[in-house]
């Protein structure tokens, strides 16, 4: 019987705007396809003043689409053409983002955007949880 790895997954925040939503409404609105589950580890990620870094993470608790949303939000996923809701029941931003540089990824041949939707290995994404609260002090 083999054990099904717990994947991480990187989520992008482009826009100054959609960085407080996520963080005061714990939801990130997506068009990136996967099979998200409950319990999933989300790295956020940001272009900040070192670089593209992670600014947090959260867990994912309750995945919804569109046919399960509000009249409203639904119209509001449609506008900006997303096609899930991931609400958060654990969500952490970091004080000092940790640099996408100074990860296993510095030599990934995809950056910026490109890492956006990208799938880690639960060691992976372990890894970079531990030296990003390392990073906090």
Known sequence: MTQE????YILR???DDWEKQVFEIKKYYT???RKWHRGTNILLARKTDV??????????????HL???SPEEEAYCQENNWKVVI?????????NPYPIKDTFLADDPRKGSFLHGARLSEEQ????LEAAEELQG
């Open 5 to 8: 790895e717990n994947y991480g």
């Open 13 to 15: 925040i482009s826009l």
């Open 31 to 33: 068009a990136v396809r």
């Open 51 to 64: 670089g593209d870094s992670f600014i947090g993470y959260g867990v994912v608790g309750k995945v919804e």
């Open 67 to 69: 046919w399960e949303l």
């Open 87 to 95: 609400t958060f029941k654990a969500l952490t931003r970091f004080k």
């Open 125 to 128: 994404t372990d890894d970079i």
